[in-house]
């Protein structure tokens, strides 16, 4: 579980650095180093034979290198995209859904043809796949080493205030929306760490455990698809509400885990989890770019992600802990399934705060020249009212 997490904490965490980068270097740059120490940390993880150094290679390595590949692919959508964001987020992230479907049937095959080593050196390809992808990436908005010191002149480096731009968080609605998803996230990933091994211990070897995994993929990529659309027509930070949905469905699957007596329910649980677990991810960047504007969107996302690892590091290990002690994982789903109900609660209040402070963006400038306006009526009047009856002299003659 520890090695799971921290992969998984240590894409996250790295996220507010991966933002800094991708602002002074810009996407392309910084999706290409990162997918080079991801393939460089999981091909040495393929010639490690203990579990220690896993620790480091796949742990650490692998997962940096993963962190500065990922963020650059949800930034660069912004630079192309406005009107149909939620959707384009959708079809992008839907390629994870996809994988997720079909790479638990390749890795067993794999595995049992050719050992865990040359598995991780296989899956090399798809790492050396996305280190050509990153190429490919444009951006149209510059960033902050093109505006400091031009294309052609040296680099120049940038104020620290433009490099951590903690200003964003004078933003309140991020603020909930930054704090509010990491409080949720502590029974979130709960599931997908201990799902297979709860199976075991309940329904043994007699059911096929990759169906729950399959189910997950598909209804994922589906929900992606589906909610990246509907956001699309919702307006401003009332696509929040969507989130709140997702977190509360997740919440209430979570908690009916234990429920499930027969594999059949479970399935269905996994469809409904993957679901929402979709529109959760793909209206991520959508909803920053709401909140704080694209120009400081890179950053938002990586203060973002940087908070939501730490419950995703903790959350697993704890609930294996629970494991441990009790013998069975029931207090464990029951447990996970609270933090996505509070923090879907703490969302809901976002919209309302956002709406207050566009009105006293837009009332700022409206007090300022208030007393501009009144003046160039006053003198429109003045005018008005001598040109009268130079116009009624003039008729009259």
């Given at each position: 579980?520890?090695?799971?997490?921290?992969?998984?904490?240590?894409?996250?965490?790295?996220?507010?650095?991966?933002?800094?980068?991708?602002?002074?270097?810009?996407?392309?740059?910084?999706?290409?180093?990162?997918?080079?120490?991801?393939?460089?940390?999981?091909?040495?993880?393929?010639?490690?034979?203990?579990?220690?150094?896993?620790?480091?290679?796949?742990?650490?390595?692998?997962?940096?290198?993963?962190?500065?590949?990922?963020?650059?692919?949800?930034?660069?959508?912004?630079?192309?995209?406005?009107?149909?964001?939620?959707?384009?987020?959708?079809?992008?992230?839907?390629?994870?859904?996809?994988?997720?479907?079909?790479?638990?049937?390749?890795?067993?095959?794999?595995?049992?043809?050719?050992?865990?080593?040359?598995?991780?050196?296989?899956?090399?390809?798809?790492?050396?796949?996305?280190?050509?992808?990153?190429?490919?990436?444009?951006?149209?908005?510059?960033?902050?080493?093109?505006?400091?010191?031009?294309?052609?002149?040296?680099?120049?480096?940038?104020?620290?205030?433009?490099?951590?731009?903690?200003?964003?968080?004078?933003?309140l609605s991020y603020r909930i929306w930054a704090f509010?998803?990491?409080?949720?996230?502590?029974?979130?990933?709960?599931?997908?760490?201990?799902?297979?091994?709860?199976?075991?211990?309940?329904?043994?070897?007699?059911?096929?455990?990759?169906?729950?995994?399959?189910?997950?993929?598909?209804?994922?990529?589906?929900?992606?698809?589906?909610?990246?659309?509907?956001?699309?027509?919702?307006?401003?930070?009332?696509?929040?509400?969507?989130?709140?949905?997702?977190?509360?469905?997740?919440?209430?699957?979570?908690?009916?885990?234990?429920?499930?007596?027969?594999?059949?329910?479970?399935?269905?649980?996994?469809?409904?989890?993957?679901?929402?677990?979709?529109?959760?991810?793909?209206?991520?960047?959508?909803?920053?770019?709401?909140?704080?504007?694209?120009?400081?969107?890179?950053?938002?996302?990586?203060?973002?992600?940087?908070?939501?690892?730490?419950?995703?590091?903790?959350?697993?290990?704890?609930?294996?802990?629970?494991?441990?002690?009790?013998?069975?994982?029931?207090?464990?789903?029951?447990?996970?399934?609270?933090?996505?109900?509070?923090?879907?609660?703490?969302?809901?209040?976002?919209p309302w705060v956002h709406e207050r402070q566009k009105?006293?963006?837009?009332?700022?400038?409206?007090?300022?020249?208030?007393?501009?306006?009144?003046?160039?009526?006053?003198?429109?009047?003045?005018?008005?009212?001598?040109?009268?009856?130079?116009?009624?002299?003039?008729?009259?003659?």
């Amino acid at each position: 579980a520890w090695v799971t997490s921290l992969s998984m904490g240590m894409v996250f965490f790295c996220s507010p650095i991966v933002s800094i980068f991708t602002d002074l270097f810009g996407c392309r740059k910084v999706a290409v180093i990162g997918a080079a120490v991801g393939l460089v940390g999981l091909l040495s993880s393929s010639f490690v034979s203990t579990i220690e150094p896993l620790y480091f290679t796949y742990g650490i390595l692998f997962a940096c290198g993963c962190s500065f590949a990922y963020q650059p692919s949800l930034v660069i959508l912004g630079h192309y995209f406005k009107k149909r964001l939620g959707l384009v987020n959708g079809i992008v992230t839907a390629g994870s859904s996809l994988f997720t479907v079909s790479l638990p049937f390749l890795l067993r095959v794999l595995l049992d043809a050719i050992n865990l080593f040359n598995t991780l050196r296989v899956m090399c390809i798809l790492m050396f796949i996305l280190f050509l992808a990153g190429f490919t990436y444009r951006p149209l908005v510059p960033n902050t080493k093109d505006k400091e010191g031009g294309k052609k002149g040296k680099f120049k480096f940038p104020p620290e205030k433009k490099i951590f731009n903690f200003s964003i968080f004078k933003v309140l609605s991020y603020r909930i929306w930054a704090f509010g998803i990491p409080a949720a996230l502590f029974g979130y990933f709960v599931p997908y760490v201990h799902l297979m091994n709860h199976v075991k211990d309940r329904f043994g070897d007699s059911v096929p455990e990759e169906v729950l995994l399959l189910c997950l993929g598909i209804t994922s990529g589906v929900g992606r698809l589906i909610f990246g659309r509907v956001a699309d027509y919702i307006p401003g930070a009332k696509k929040i509400y969507l989130q709140v949905a997702s977190f509360f469905f997740i919440g209430l699957m979570s908690m009916m885990i234990p429920l499930c007596h027969v594999f059949g329910a479970l399935i269905a649980v996994c469809l409904f989890m993957g679901l929402f677990d979709g529109c959760f991810i793909c209206i991520m960047a959508p909803i920053a770019f709401e909140l704080v504007g694209a120009q400081d969107v890179s950053q938002a996302i990586g203060f973002l992600l940087g908070l939501m690892s730490v419950p995703m590091t903790v959350g697993p290990p704890i609930a294996g802990l629970l494991r441990d002690q009790l013998g069975t994982y029931d207090v464990a789903f029951y447990l996970a399934g609270v933090p996505p109900l509070i923090g879907g609660a703490i969302l809901c209040f976002i919209p309302w705060v956002h709406e207050r402070q566009k009105l006293k963006e837009r009332a700022k400038p409206v007090d300022g020249e208030t007393t501009e306006k009144m003046l160039e009526n006053e003198s429109t009047l003045v005018s008005d009212t001598t040109e009268k009856p130079v116009r009624d002299m003039e008729s009259g003659i």
